[in-house]
T-cell receptor, first 118, second 117 residues
């Protein structure tokens, strides 16, 4: 059973507009969430993260929002650029032991392929 | 630049022929991980080393083993590859297991794509 879900396999956005990528999780013990970006033939690159004690974290054009009650997080990219076209993975981890997985293990979603059109 | 380096980038082996994938890091991180990623799937953790302590995920097949001879290097050994083992294998590192507590994310290499003939 997937603990981290990215329900949109793909997203297409016009350059300059906002991209919103969504992620849902089921395990309430997750306390750290990350977004990774992956270009073809490269490994995932860390983009931005958020701790469960926060509801927003911003880094330049990238903002991650966390809604713990809904077990939902989203990544906003504004303005979107063609170079942002990649697969975006949402990942979650739990710092506590015995949450149902290995401590520190990242549980990934299946990814959302973002295409930003010029 | 400090990096996670995986060799080779592409590996072809025959059904049942043992194969070893390698990973090195210059980050001096304590933890090294191996993930398997099949097409259109989420990366899935196989095992990790915290220093010399090995932790195998419960559902990792016995066919997969790992070695970490020193801080910098970690190897993934597939003893008898089957067709179902064709995948991208990703190595990652982190300073600590509790990445949330330290706010230190995992860093990934570019992966080795394994094909089985």
């Amino acid at each position: 059973d997937q603990q981290v879900k990215q329900n949109s396999p793909s997203l297409s956005v016009q350059e300059g507009r906002i991209s919103i990528l969504n992620c849902d999780y089921t395990n309430s013990m997750f306390d750290y969430f990350l977004w990774y970006k992956k270009y073809p033939a490269e490994g995932p690159t860390f983009l931005i993260s958020i701790s469960s004690i926060k509801d927003k974290n911003e880094d330049g054009r990238f903002t991650v929002f966390l809604n713990k009650s809904a077990k939902h997080l989203s990544l906003h990219i504004v303005p979107s650029q063609p170079g942002d076209s990649a697969v975006y993975f949402c990942a979650a981890s739990a710092s506590q032991m015995n949450y149902g997985g290995s401590q520190g293990n990242l549980i990934f979603g299946k990814g959302t392929k973002l295409s930003v059109k010029p | 630049d400090a990096m996670v380096i995986q060799n080779p980038r592409y590996q072809v082996t025959q059904f049942g022929k043992p194969v070893t994938l390698s990973c090195s890091q210059t980050l001096n991180h304590n933890v090294m991980y191996w993930y398997q990623q099949k097409s259109s799937q989420a990366p899935k953790l196989l095992f990790h080393y915290y220093d010399k302590d090995f932790n195998n995920e419960a559902d990792t097949p016995d066919n997969f083993q790992s070695r970490r001879p020193n801080t910098s290097f970690c190897f993934l050994d597939i003893r008898s590859p089957g067709l179902g083992d064709a995948a991208m294998y990703l190595c990652a590192t982190s300073r600590d297991l509790r990445i949330g507590r330290t706010n230190q994310p995992q860093h990934f290499g570019d992966g080795t794509r394994l094909s089985i003939l």
